[in-house]
């Protein structure tokens, strides 16, 4: 008999259903009996002790389901071992709550954050099995998340949208996509859609340099450009200022994000009419795409088999088209960036986009 504590924490993302169905689907057939406790809203839930037991139809009829079936939240890492306002130890709580269910192991689906504190409750001694989940793909130790493919469909489509009407207009336009410290996804979505201007944060961008790939456009005949913009996209100039001078910039930036700071500055310095699309929480919604329903299977299956196993302490990844086990303490607080140096970006320049630098 496995009793199996589940959760999913930090953004929600396509496929999250699809692993969790996964792991269990696969325990289900395997000659082990499993009880499933699923812990609602994140750590909060096994903080809390607010937990359902979960059955087999619960699982059933959600491959294809976005959001997640257990809820989620944000309980950052370095709140989590603060006592909460009525001075709960949040860490002693989880790991009494572990053992009041007498839990043979937890599975947590999460991104770098989530990551972090499964890789503190290993420390402490719980035996804990995670599964890689973000639209950013940012996370270390593995070469793909779930939800990224998922998410670069959506943004994609966004811009492809876009490419109509920038060209009915001869318009400028820019869409802002998510992902604040890293650019895979708007690296690929910009790619996939043809946009001629890409700006992620591991690339620091010269508006200048953006003006005169949008003035060359211009001087070859098309009639419109379009940028495609991270959430986290950052100027030379700012990229030069320490972290807390930074955020202190942003908090008395003008401009809700970004994109209409950079549309602000195009339009000054071309004359250029420039439109801003933010798709947003659009692009970690709706149904999985197929890719990351197998691939989410796929992990969650192979974390049942080291349940199975008994082999704990491992995040799930994928690495050269293998799923791989990565120990958690190499997953913990790192990211996985964008080089600037990555052969993605070196094509993306042979093809003639610009990163503004
Ligand atoms: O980490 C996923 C992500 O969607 C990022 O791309 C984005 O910057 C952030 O979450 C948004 O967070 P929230 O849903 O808390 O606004």
């Not at 812990?39 to 139809?57: E, V, W």
């Not at 909460?84 to 009041?100: F, I, P």
Request: aromatic share 8%; glycine share 10%.
């Amino acid at each position: 008999m496995k009793r199996i504590g589940m959760l999913t924490s930090g953004g929600d993302c396509q496929a999250l259903n699809a692993a969790m169905r996964g792991v269990v689907k696969t325990m289900k057939n395997s000659k082990e009996e499993v009880e499933i406790y699923g812990f609602l809203d994140g750590y909060r839930g096994l903080i809390y002790s607010n937990y359902r037991m979960l059955q087999s139809s619960d699982f059933s009829g959600i491959l294809t389901k976005g959001g997640t079936i257990l809820g989620t939240s944000r309980t950052p890492f370095k709140t989590i071992t603060e006592p909460d306002e009525n001075g709960l130890d949040k860490v002693k709580a989880m790991k009494q709550n572990y053992y009041k269910l007498n839990l043979d192991c937890l599975v947590i689906l999460g991104g770098n954050g989530t990551h972090k504190t499964a890789n503190l409750l290993r420390e402490e001694g719980l035996n804990v099995v995670t599964l890689p989940k973000t639209i950013d793909n940012d996370l270390y130790g593995t070469d793909m998340t779930f939800g990224f493919q998922s998410a670069v469909d959506i943004a994609t489509d966004c811009i492809d949208c876009i490419h109509t009407t920038a060209d009915s207009h001869g318009r400028v336009f820019i869409v802002e996509v998510m992902g604040h410290k890293v650019g895979w996804l708007t690296l690929n979505a910009g790619m996939a859609s043809g946009a001629d201007i890409i700006l992620i944060p591991e690339i620091p961008y010269d508006i200048d340099k953006v003006v005169d790939a949008i003035e060359n456009r211009k001087k070859n005949g098309s009639r419109f450009t379009i940028l495609a913009v991270a959430e986290g996209a950052i100027s030379k100039q700012d990229a030069k200022l320490s972290k807390k001078e930074y955020k202190k910039k942003l908090e008395n930036r003008k401009y809700p994000s970004v994109a209409y700071e950079v549309a602000e500055q195009i339009k000054e310095k071309t004359g250029e009419e420039v439109r801003v699309t933010v798709p947003g929480h659009t692009q970690r919604g709706g149904s999985p795409c197929p890719y990351d329903r197998v691939f989410a299977s796929r992990l969650g299956s192979e974390a049942a088999k080291l349940i199975l196993d008994g082999e704990y302490g491992f995040m799930v990844g994928y690495k050269n088209r293998e799923i791989v086990k990565v120990p958690l303490e190499e997953v913990a607080g790192k990211l996985k960036y964008v080089s600037p140096d990555a052969s993605i970006v070196k094509e993306a320049k042979m093809l003639g986009i610009s990163f503004g630098d």
